[in-house]
């Protein structure tokens, strides 16, 4: 069943924060780094870039922060997922489910799915954040 105990509908969700909290702050801190070297190159003011130049910078700052905390994606999904027919291993909890990957698999497997994650990271970054920062231009 899809719904087994409140314990195991909870399964991952610690691991999720350490996972999507580090992801949004790096996020937001490349953005605005990467938007501050584009206002250097372009010549522009930070608070007056083009829809395209934001969502180059929300690209990148999305893709990057994907890339640093994909190890924490691939830990929460294997512990996630532990109980269902897709998984062979059991993992006590976020530590031991690190080490018993690399042990048995390499540090390899920590990026298993980078490329997906970074895409879906650039990409989704590129559209929220260049759009809010771009709306926040005209109507600030």
């Known amino acids: 069943t899809l719904f087994r105990s409140p314990r195991a509908f909870y399964r991952g969700y610690l691991a999720s924060l350490s996972m999507y909290g580090p992801y949004t702050a790096m996020k937001f801190l490349f953005f605005e780094y990467n938007k501050r070297g584009a206002a ?39 512990l996630m997922v532990q109980d269902s027919h897709y998984s062979i291993h059991r993992y006590s909890g976020i530590l031991q489910a690190l080490q018993q990957i690399v042990r048995l698999e390499g540090y390899s497997a920590l990026f298993k799915g980078v490329q997906v994650r970074f895409t879906q990271s650039a990409l989704g970054t590129a559209l929220t954040l260049a759009t809010y920062d771009y709306f926040k231009q005209i109507y600030a």
Not at 46 to 63: Q, R
């Open 40 to 78: 250097m190159l372009t010549g522009n003011d930070a608070g007056k870039l083009s829809f395209t130049i934001l969502g180059c910078s929300g690209a990148l700052a999305g893709g990057i922060s994907g890339i640093i905390t994909c190890p924490m994606d691939v830990v929460r999904t294997r």
